[in-house]
């Protein structure tokens, strides 16, 4: 049995971490950056990991991926486990609280960050892993769904993104970490397209052919010239990231999700 304990004292160091230490793939790229305002974006992750200070005002909503073995136990349902470790984080440190409670009628605010979004896939073994993102409003609002002709290829598919990209990019607080999602249903691919996110910089599809397209989605954005904050100095994206799944024969979904230049983002594991 993997004890609650475990995992919710994990997961808060974890949720802490994301929220006040810039991405170490962020911060290597971000340092050889100049240009406007380029002092004061270092500043701001220097400062915020010293004072234990959100990088960002907006400290998101939070997204979970969880890969749950067969064998795994549990001492309680890990949604549960998900939100007391976001309540206990967003409530003991000074991180904006950003969820309502009713998202058309009330809109109260929930007043601790909860309820969390979580994704569940049953997977073999003994294994726990959870993934999470911290997203905030700026990029989510950027995430879309395009349920193209089942006959278009790989440069439509590209073709989408990028236009996308070069339409919408400089408000979601670039370079982006790009997620594309094809296949399945319409929600499988807005959901594949988290999930990408969740991805290395450095990570590429175990297809080549889905690696490639990857890379050509990444060079041809780079060269759209949107640059740090939207200010058209340095790179637009740092990464493309690709997850597709079987579909219909007469459907061909694709969605795009982004995050903003921070990329908060978690992953622990534990073995039961």
Do not use: W
């Not at 200070?53 to 001492?75: A, K, S, Y």
């Not at 607080?173 to 929600?187: E, N, R």
């Not at 990408?196 to 989605?217: G, M, N, Q, V």
């Not at 939207?230 to 790179?235: E, F, N, R, S, V």
């Amino acid at each position: 049995m993997i004890q609650r304990r475990v995992v919710l004292d994990k997961l808060k160091e974890e949720l802490v971490k994301a929220n006040v230490r810039l991405n170490e793939e962020v911060k290597r790229i971000v340092a050889e950056y100049e240009g406007p305002f380029s002092d004061v974006i270092k500043e701001n992750y220097i400062i915020s990991e010293k004072e234990c200070l959100p990088l960002c005002q907006d400290t998101g909503i939070l997204e979970f991926f969880v890969f749950l073995g067969h064998e795994v136990v549990l001492e309680e349902p890990i949604e549960k486990t998900l939100n007391s470790a976001v309540e206990e984080v967003y409530v003991a440190y000074p991180f904006r609280y950003s969820i309502v409670s009713d998202p058309v009628f009330e809109r109260v605010n929930t007043h601790n960050n909860t309820p969390v979004v979580v994704h569940v896939f049953q997977v073999e073994g003994k294994k726990l892993e959870i993934r999470f993102l911290v997203k905030g409003g700026g990029s989510e609002n950027l995430s879309t769904l395009h349920m193209m002709n089942p006959s278009a290829g790989a440069s439509e598919i590209k073709d989408f993104v990028v236009e996308f990209v070069k339409e919408h990019g400089a408000k979601a607080c670039p370079p982006l970490h790009i997620g594309v999602g094809i296949g399945g249903t319409a929600d499988k691919a807005l959901v594949l397209s988290k999930l990408a996110l969740t991805k290395d910089f450095s990570e590429r599809h175990p297809d080549p052919r889905y690696a490639e397209l990857e890379e050509e989605i990444l060079r041809t954005v780079n060269l759209l010239g949107i640059g740090y904050q939207g200010l058209g100095h340095g790179i637009t994206a740092y990464s493309v990231h690709v997850e597709h799944f079987p579909t219909h024969i007469a459907t061909l979904p694709v969605a795009v999700s982004v995050d903003c230049y921070l990329c908060r983002k978690g992953k622990i594991v534990f073995e039961d």
